[in-house]
């Protein structure tokens, strides 16, 4: 493939408003964090963080109490399924709608 050939079937297209991302409104279940199971939680030490490492997006902050970023957050569950200490469950989105 020549460098001309790809350069047609590239995209210069950009992100526009309410795009960048933000995926939280269409989002099943939600992860939840107990953080009285969180080992860097309970231990008040930087350790663990296998939700941090796994998240697909990114939106686990790797503090001593991890938080989600909902905004981003998909929803995939991965977090839970990778959490040893079962600390994150998936909640229905239905459960916080009137909240």
Request: with cysteine; hydrophobic share 35%.
């Amino acid at each position: 493939m020549t460098r001309d050939l790809f350069e047609i079937m590239t995209s210069n297209a950009e992100a526009g408003p309410g795009d960048a991302g933000r995926t939280g409104s269409w989002r099943v279940e939600r992860p939840v964090i107990d953080l009285a199971r969180c080992t860097p939680a309970k231990r008040g030490k930087a350790a663990c963080h296998l939700c941090w490492l796994y998240c697909p997006d990114g939106v686990i902050s790797k503090d001593l109490e991890p938080e989600i970023l909902l905004e981003y957050c998909k929803g995939c569950g991965i977090c839970a399924e990778e959490c040893p200490t079962q600390a994150i469950r998936m909640v229905a989105e239905a459960e916080f709608v009137e909240e």
